[in-house]
């Protein structure tokens, strides 16, 4: 009797990094797990060994920055059961998003020497722009410990248990005193989605927002704060256009202030 088949796992690179990719090699023995209930058929940063489609779960790395992007990651849809972005670059444009909010011709002038050589898009967009996508995970990078939850939330058939809090409340598990009360330090912690562990307060620094928007942020009371530490519109639309610079509510966030800024005398 023929073994029976086994679920399909496809790894896509878009415009990014690498470093969510690297979370999944960085799973280590759990990945070794996860091999004897997947194939992993497409996974160009761990082996030049390819099969082809259809995939049953396909996870995709990076934003959408070149016309070619935007026609790849149709095809990649198209050939996958389930689609899964990982990290803030396909989530919400990543850090390259910058772009958005400039004049894209002026940096395309100084950065290259012959650019009419260049094919890219005026924008760096996520995922989710373009296709449809069956579930997001946030991140720069993401979790590896998330990762596997998603993984194994594919393979049970049932939805991933990842968490919507704030990395307030992974602060309170740690024991770490809050930077921004007791130390008057910017911190996006109290608006940014848990995943990381709160890496940054534990070492007295403000969390930057990697991990994008958490579920129900108070961006009003956040942005208030800021300015009762000191800091200026022009300030609080830099912290906000980061890593998920067009995550709908950072996004508000940075245009709102950049709208005060622009009052300023």
Same mark, same amino acid.
């Given at each position: 009797?023929?073994?029976?088949?086994?679920?399909?796992?496809?790894?896509?690179k878009?415009?990014?990094?690498?470093?969510?990719?690297?979370?999944?090699?960085?799973? *280590?023995?759990?990945?070794?797990?996860?091999?004897? %209930?997947?194939?992993?058929?497409?996974?160009?940063?761990?082996?030049?060994?390819?099969?082809?489609?259809?995939?049953?779960?396909?996870?995709?790395?990076?934003? #959408?920055?070149?016309?070619?992007?935007?026609? %790849?990651?149709?095809?990649?849809?198209?050939?996958?059961?389930?689609?899964?972005?990982?990290?803030?670059?396909?989530?919400?444009?990543?850090?390259?998003?910058?772009?958005n909010?400039?004049?894209?011709e002026? +940096?395309?002038?100084? #950065?290259?020497?012959?650019?009419?050589?260049?094919?890219?898009?005026?924008?760096?967009?996520?995922?989710?722009?373009?296709?449809?996508?069956? +579930?997001?995970l946030?991140?720069?990078?993401?979790?590896?410990?998330?990762?596997? *939850?998603?993984?194994?939330? +594919?393979?049970?058939? %049932?939805?991933?248990?990842?968490?919507?809090?704030?990395?307030?409340?992974?602060?309170?598990?740690?024991?770490?005193?809050?930077?921004?009360?007791?130390?008057?330090?910017?911190?996006?912690?109290?608006?940014?989605?848990?995943?990381?562990?709160?890496?940054?307060?534990?070492?007295?620094?403000g969390?930057?927002?990697?991990? $994008?928007?958490?579920?129900?942020?108070?961006?009003?009371s956040?942005? $208030? %704060?800021?300015?009762?530490?000191?800091?200026?519109?022009?300030?609080?639309?830099?912290?906000?256009?980061?890593?998920?610079?067009?995550?709908?509510?950072?996004?508000?966030?940075?245009?709102?202030?950049?709208? *005060?800024?622009?009052? *300023?005398?």
């Amino acid at each position: 009797m023929p073994a029976p088949l086994r679920p399909r796992l496809a790894v896509w690179k878009f415009a990014s990094c690498d470093g969510c990719q690297l979370s999944v090699l960085d799973l *280590e023995d759990d990945l070794l797990a996860i091999a004897d %209930r997947l194939e992993i058929a497409n996974f160009r940063e761990a082996s030049s060994a390819v099969v082809d489609g259809p995939y049953d779960l396909s996870l995709v790395e990076g934003s #959408v920055t070149t016309p070619e992007d935007a026609r %790849r990651i149709r095809e990649v849809r198209a050939e996958s059961r389930v689609l899964v972005t990982i990290g803030a670059c396909a989530t919400a444009g990543g850090i390259q998003s910058l772009r958005n909010f400039a004049e894209f011709e002026e +940096f395309r002038r100084a #950065v290259y020497a012959r650019p009419e050589y260049l094919d890219t898009l005026a924008t760096s967009t996520p995922i989710a722009d373009h296709v449809p996508v069956d +579930f997001e995970l946030r991140g720069c990078p993401i979790s590896k410990h998330q990762l596997l *939850e998603v993984v194994s939330a +594919f393979l049970q058939g %049932r939805s991933p248990n990842t968490p919507n809090e704030s990395v307030c409340i992974e602060c309170k598990r740690r024991g770490t005193v809050c930077v921004l009360v007791a130390r008057g330090t910017p911190c996006l912690g109290p608006v940014t989605q848990a995943g990381c562990g709160a890496i940054c307060p534990a070492f007295d620094r403000g969390c930057y927002g990697c991990f $994008g928007p958490q579920g129900s942020p108070n961006i009003p009371s956040m942005v $208030g %704060r800021l300015h009762e530490l000191g800091m200026t519109p022009g300030a609080v639309q830099r912290v906000f256009r980061t890593y998920n610079a067009m995550a709908p509510a950072f996004k508000g966030a940075a245009d709102a202030a950049g709208a *005060e800024k622009g009052t *300023e005398p």
